[in-house]
């Protein structure tokens, strides 16, 4: 197994992640959700059911739900880079990095297009449990 740490975050730093991937680079195509709000970010989400993501978060980042308001996107409160999504399903965290808040973004493959919004809430739960990374942390940098 090739696994490798990636970081990345927002460009002022209040919020900054690690992910750590099961499968080589090659094997991931960051999904350009066809969204209004995915596409005015210019969002490409990338994530890995069986590996890992560490996020530090100092201050408050900005939260925001739309569409169906299963999910929420994070973005930085004071530089605006929309870093993640995330999702609450059991007690459980999953979530998927915006492939564009990556310190090595050119290490992937160009974004494909993807349409969840077509799908209901239960099929959308349902691919965000089974896509979106799994084991996700998320602490208070400030703590």
Known sequence: MNVRTYDGGCHCGRIAFGMTLSQPESDYTPRACDCSFCR???????????????????GEPLVYRQGSAQAEFIACAHCAVLVLVRHEHDGRTHAAVNVRALDDAEAFAAAQGASPQRLGADER???????????????????
Not at 40 to 58: C, E, F, M, P, Y
Not at 129 to 139: E, G, H, Q, S
């Open 40 to 58: 005015k970010h210019g969002a490409a989400w990338l994530s890995d059911a069986n590996g890992t993501l560490r996020v530090r978060l100092r």
């Open 125 to 143: 739960r349902e691919r965000w449990t089974k896509l979106w990374f799994a084991d996700v942390r998320v602490v208070d940098a400030d703590d």
